[in-house]
């Protein structure tokens, strides 16, 4: 597992800091295969710990973004064969949910097309989300007579509201990625062409910012959702302190320096100077 594989049905690419992974299926629309799911499992967790990665980009070759799971690979290729289906289903579900969630770097899907069933997983799991106006959307589970499993309905249900889930996934209807961006399923939508762009601008504004808070950061606002008020307050509370303790850059004390005594940046329009020298 921790040694990298060699790659055939993703492809990884690295610039300034932002990371791309790519799902290389487009042939199939970037449906998930067997394959596909160990091919990025290992990816996760190799690129969890590498320093060029400040930034990890999610998104899928030619105009599909995900087809959801490979109907022909995952579910009947596996039928009949316990050990196979175990093991797809344990990299499907590591990779797309736990690895992804739980990266230590900010992670951006970008959708640029087709995006169906359990491609919503990975697509949710990432902290943020871009689309092409022009991107599908669909829960297409009902139309072949499967709920939305592994965990897109959670998914779903955590992140769009009562009204929209269900009528999403009992409907199958597809929708466009504007429609994404206004149910919030994605932060927001932008003409296919100029989607590339607007992603790696979001990417480097993230890249702006103190990478140790922005893991304790985005950690937290995950954690506190499950916890109750007084879990949360102490949680925080620990977290700021583990913060503080274990920032490389002491950022913290040095925007406290540069606010009150320097006067050299106001928090609440932007971020304090990283490196002064
Ligand atoms: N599983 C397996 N193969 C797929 C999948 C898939 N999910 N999606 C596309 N493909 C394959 C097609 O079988 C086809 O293969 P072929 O060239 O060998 O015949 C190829 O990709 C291209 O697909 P087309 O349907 O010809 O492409 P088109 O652009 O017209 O349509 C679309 C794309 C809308 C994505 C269509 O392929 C589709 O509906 N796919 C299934 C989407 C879906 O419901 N996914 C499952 C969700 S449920 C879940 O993930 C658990």
């Given amino acids: 597992m921790s040694e990298p ?18 799902l290389n299926r487009p042939e199939k629309r970037n449906a998930m295969s067997p394959q596909l799911h160990a091919e990025c499992n290992n990816a996760l967790y190799n690129l969890a710990t590498d320093p ?9 070759a030619g105009d599909a973004y995900c087809a959801g799971q490979d109907l022909k690979l995952f579910f009947r290729g596996t039928e009949g064969k316990p050990r196979e289906r175990f093991e797809a289903a344990e ?27 359990g491609g919503f997983v990975h697509m949710i799991a990432c902290d943020l989300a871009v689309a092409a106006d022009e991107a599908t959307f669909g829960l297409s589970e ?21 009204r929209n889930a269900m009528y999403y996934a009992m409907t199958g ?24 762009d607007e992603t790696i601008k979001l990417a480097n504004k993230l890249k702006e910012k103190n990478p140790m808070t922005l893991r304790y950061t985005k950690e937290a606002i995950r954690s506190v959702r499950g916890m109750n008020e007084m879990q949360a307050t102490d949680y925080l509370n620990a977290k700021t302190d583990a913060l503080r303790l274990r920032d490389p850059e002491k950022g913290r004390d040095t ?11 106001r928090p609440g329009l932007g971020n304090y100077v990283r490196d002064k020298k």
């Fill in 5 to 22: 594989m060699k790659y055939e049905t993703i492809k990884i690419e690295k610039e300034n800091g932002i990371t791309w992974l790519i």
């Fill in 52 to 60: 060029e990665t400040q930034v990890l980009i999610l998104t899928g």
């Fill in 91 to 117: 990299n499907s579900h590591t990779w797309r949910w736990q690895r992804l969630s739980r990266f230590p770097k900010p992670t951006i899907a970008m959708v640029n097309g087709f995006c169906f069933g």
């Fill in 142 to 162: 009902v139309n072949w007579g499967i709920i939305p499993g592994g965990s897109v309905s959670w998914n779903v249900a955590d992140v769009l509201n009562f």
């Fill in 255 to 265: 925007a406290l320096a540069q606010f009150v005594d320097e006067k050299l940046f």
């Fill in 173 to 196: 209807d597809p929708f466009s990625g504007k429609i994404a961006a206004q149910i919030g399923l994605v932060n927001y939508s932008v003409p296919g062409a100029s989607l590339r």
